[in-house]
């Protein structure tokens, strides 16, 4: 879903280095930090709403919810469960670096230390730190356009220096033509392929193409996997004024 794995909170210049030949400004124009701000940008708008169904499946059991999720900009994401009725009111909200999940069987709001940001997010195969520093690629990751051909790109993200990121290297492959992800490969400091997100059903929504399908694979659990399929996507729609505060994350 949209406030799952939007990407990006203020973008800077990040200095390119060619890889096989390609620079930034080969690429149409565009650097790999703009190109990767726009693909990532695709869900939001000034404001945004969706409702969402999310499937887990794993080596012991699967888990189906419908979420609905409300942002504000690239700092603001709230998200609840809809469905089942058992998980109704679960709720995430993440201010800029700051998050909160609460829990309505237990009216237990808990602010996400560091020291929980690597675990799962509503039970997915995305972690807690996924939904916070996934907005700041272009501040963690020095980007550059690896590949290239009139269709399609290839965008690789090194870890700067100072960067506190899991990632050893991210790739992007974008379609051009529509400004879209196609799939994003994670891998970790040794070079191994660590989990694929691959993106499909795409259509055009208020002007824009967006992907309605996502699927997240770990490599390690070939078997297993989390998809998310949008049922409604929105933009530039009126929010409720305190809509994103701990009050009213505790709202059911």
């Given at each position: 879903?949209k406030?799952?794995?939007?990407?990006?909170?203020?973008?800077?210049?990040v200095?390119l280095i060619?890889?096989d030949?390609y620079?930034a400004?080969?690429?149409k124009?565009?650097?790999a930090?703009?190109?990767?701000?726009k693909?990532?940008t695709?869900?939001?708008?000034?404001t945004a709403?969706?409702?969402?169904?999310m499937?887990?499946?794993t080596?012991?059991?699967?888990?189906?919810?419908?979420?609905e999720?409300?942002s504000?900009g690239?700092?603001?994401f709230?998200?609840r469960?809809?469905?089942?009725k058992?998980?109704?009111?679960t709720a995430?909200l993440?201010?800029?670096?700051?998050?909160?999940?609460?829990?309505?069987?237990?009216?237990?709001?808990?602010?996400?230390?560091?020291?929980?940001m690597?675990?799962?997010?509503?039970?997915?195969?995305l972690?807690?730190?996924?939904?916070?520093?996934?907005?700041?690629?272009d501040?963690l990751?020095?980007l550059?356009v690896?590949e290239?051909d009139?269709?399609?790109?290839?965008?690789?993200?090194?870890?700067?220096?100072?960067?506190?990121?899991?990632w050893?290297r991210?790739?992007y492959?974008?379609d051009?033509?529509?400004t879209i992800p196609?799939?994003?490969?994670?891998?970790?400091e040794?070079?191994?392929?660590?989990?694929?997100?691959a993106?499909d059903n795409?259509?055009l929504?208020?002007?824009?193409?967006?992907?309605?399908?996502?699927m997240?694979?770990?490599?390690d659990?070939?078997d297993?996997?989390?998809?998310?399929?949008?049922?409604?996507?929105?933009?530039?729609v009126?929010?409720?004024k305190?809509?994103f505060?701990?009050?009213?994350?505790?709202?059911?």
């Amino acid at each position: 879903m949209k406030g799952v794995w939007k990407i990006a909170v203020v973008f800077a210049f990040v200095s390119l280095i060619s890889i096989d030949g390609y620079t930034a400004d080969e690429l149409k124009g565009m650097s790999a930090v703009e190109l990767i701000r726009k693909v990532e940008t695709q869900y939001q708008g000034k404001t945004a709403h969706s409702v969402a169904r999310m499937k887990v499946v794993t080596e012991n059991w699967t888990r189906e919810m419908t979420l609905e999720s409300w942002s504000e900009g690239r700092d603001t994401f709230l998200a609840r469960i809809l469905s089942p009725k058992k998980d109704q009111g679960t709720a995430t909200l993440r201010i800029k670096d700051d998050m909160w999940n609460y829990i309505p069987k237990i009216d237990r709001m808990i602010k996400i230390p560091s020291s929980l940001m690597g675990d799962s997010w509503m039970g997915s195969h995305l972690t807690n730190d996924d939904i916070v520093k996934e907005n700041k690629i272009d501040e963690l990751y020095d980007l550059t356009v690896a590949e290239s051909d009139e269709k399609h790109a290839k965008i690789v993200g090194i870890p700067k220096p100072d960067a506190a990121v899991v990632w050893g290297r991210i790739e992007y492959n974008v379609d051009l033509e529509r400004t879209i992800p196609v799939d994003i490969l994670y891998y970790d400091e040794d070079g191994e392929l660590v989990r694929t997100m691959a993106f499909d059903n795409v259509k055009l929504v208020d002007q824009r193409w967006l992907p309605m399908r996502m699927m997240i694979e770990p490599e390690d659990e070939p078997d297993e996997y989390t998809e998310f399929l949008y049922d409604e996507i929105e933009f530039d729609v009126k929010l409720k004024k305190d809509l994103f505060s701990i009050r009213s994350l505790r709202a059911r």
